[in-house]
């Protein structure tokens, strides 16, 4: 079970990577507007909110059955949802779409509401078959499989997908654009809101450094890790941090894996560790490898235990991760105060 778990972070990660140096950040989006509703009787139609739809900054696609315009308010609220992507999952929650979701994926394990919906549906591996049997009136991806968009498109069930996020901006648009598909735009204002006071909250706690710092994110207890051009990359350059992955020669993409010698040589200043559930990796268990208890980081108590959803996942709870990056920061601060 611990090796399925760990494939499903995995594959996660494979999602950003498919999404590093994309020219279009866009979601995609095949299913009509609506405004905020609880359900829609029937067939009856719901007024669109074009506004919404403007503001996500979306592509606007055509509704799979009529062929119309997705922003030409002809659509009804979806109440059959299947979420085949666990961070979609944790949006349609967090923005009030959760009784409309009636199934979701084998990895969609937060909220806990989520999780007494899970399937045995794949996002990696999708069955439309058995996706069809849900009877559902909206699929929700994260567009990684073309194969799986055509099939639903044969069977004349809307979709929205929307890819691997890059900045901060691309999350709250498909947050935005979800709350516009099924009827709960002002649920998804409040939750950017919400996310956006937070994060400019976080930062404007933050004290400040002398120099740049330098992370090592351990994505797997093999040392994978990542670089900056990655949206995780991203969040911690939000803090001016550096990865050390940065100045691997010929590590092979956005997510190197790098070994031991080099991770030693470099000496981080931070450590953040992603793979604590799946992998069951702690602080103490790095401190326990060879050599590593020599690491700064180590000696000075700045191994950081991240959740491996949340620093996986580009949802509503990246404000989680986000302030965790922080509190390494600040741990830094408290030691050079105290020295």
């Known amino acids: 079970m611990r090796f399925t778990r760990f494939v499903g972070v995995l594959a996660g990660v494979s999602l950003l990577i498919a999404s590093c140096g994309s020219d279009d950040d866009s979601t995609t989006t095949t299913v009509p507007i609506v405004d905020d509703a609880e359900t829609a009787p029937d067939d009856e139609a719901v007024p669109a909110d074009d506004g ?105 069930i809307a979709r929205w997908e929307g890819p691997a996020a890059v900045t901060f901006d691309d999350v709250y648009a498909q947050i935005e654009e979800l709350g516009a598909a099924t009827g709960n735009t002002d649920g998804a204002a409040e939750v950017v809101s919400s996310m956006r006071a937070e994060i400019d909250e976080i930062t404007a706690g933050l004290p400040e450094l002398d ?52 991770i030693l040589s470099e000496d981080p200043d931070l450590i953040y560790l992603a793979c604590t559930t799946y992998c069951g990796e702690t602080a103490a268990s790095l401190a326990g490898r060879d050599g590593w208890d020599q690491l700064s980081a180590v000696q000075n108590g700045l191994v950081i235990e991240l959740d491996d959803d949340t620093s996986s996942r580009w949802g509503p709870r990246i404000v989680d991760f986000y302030r965790q990056v922080a509190d390494g920061i600040s741990a830094i601060a408290d030691l050079d105060e105290a020295a």
């Not at 979806?78 to 979701?101: C, K, N, W, Y």
């Not at 199934?103 to 394990?109: G, P």
């Not at 994505?219 to 994978?224: A, E, K, R, S």
């Not at 990542?226 to 990865?243: E, N, P």
């Open 211 to 262: 120099g740049p710092l330098t992370y090592y994110h351990e994505l797997d207890n093999t040392y994978f890790s990542i670089t900056s051009d990655t949206f995780i990359g991203y969040v911690y350059s939000q803090f001016g941090l550096r990865s050390i992955a940065d100045l691997a020669e010929g590590s092979g993409g956005p997510y190197p894996q790098l070994n031991a010698e080099f």
């Open 52 to 156: 919404a739809a403007d503001d996500a900054g979306g592509a606007v696609g055509d509704d799979v059955d009529s062929g119309d315009d997705v922003d030409s308010g002809d659509g009804a609220v979806p109440t059959r949802i299947i979420s085949l992507s666990p961070t979609h999952t944790e949006m349609l929650f967090a923005i009030g779409a959760g009784d409309q979701v009636v199934a979701v994926d084998d990895f969609s394990n937060y909220p806990a509401e989520a999780a007494e919906k899970m399937t045995d549906l794949s996002g990696f591996a999708p069955n439309v078959e058995a996706i069809a049997s849900f009877e559902p009136d909206l699929v929700v991806t994260d567009g990684t499989n073309p194969d799986l968009l055509d099939q639903l498109d044969s069977l004349g």
